[in-house]
């Protein structure tokens, strides 16, 4: 089966899994989360290799290049194969403080104890 030489951006990135649904990737283009080679892309808007597809996936802004171009839905081996993620890593994440607990019928704290527990937290 040859491969096509365009496909539609939302069942592109429906097809590499970038989205669960092909109607959420249709929507993620409507609000302006996929952008092709720069430009906002409408659902409609043709994909061809080598084209820069950015997508907001959630919290993370994925950076991908289309390597080939599928329009069914495939494994997720075959879906990795289809693109090149160049998303940098995440930072790395700070270690928050661990809770404060009071011991269990401790009662509510006095001002003295409250003045001690936002020292701990850093207030």
């Not at 892309?41 to 994909?47: D, E, H, R, S």
């Not at 802004?61 to 075959?78: F, H, M, T």
């Not at 940098?88 to 928050?96: D, I, L, R």
Request: aromatic share 4%; charged share 30%.
């Amino acid at each position: 089966m040859a491969e096509p030489s365009t496909v539609r951006v939302d069942s592109w990135s429906w097809a590499v899994r970038l989205y669960k649904t092909r109607s959420a990737a249709s929507a993620a283009c409507k609000a302006g989360h996929i952008r092709v080679n720069g430009d906002r892309a409408k659902p409609a808007q043709p994909v061809h290799i080598g084209d820069e597809v950015r997508a907001r996936v959630g919290d993370v802004d994925r950076i991908l290049i289309a390597r080939r171009l599928i329009v069914k839905r495939v494994g997720a081996s075959v879906a990795a194969e289809c693109f090149e993620d160049l998303t940098p890593p995440p930072p790395p994440k700070t270690e928050a403080p661990s809770a404060v607990v009071r011991e269990r019928g401790a009662g509510r704290p006095t001002k003295r104890d409250r003045r001690i527990l936002d020292q701990l937290r850093g207030r």
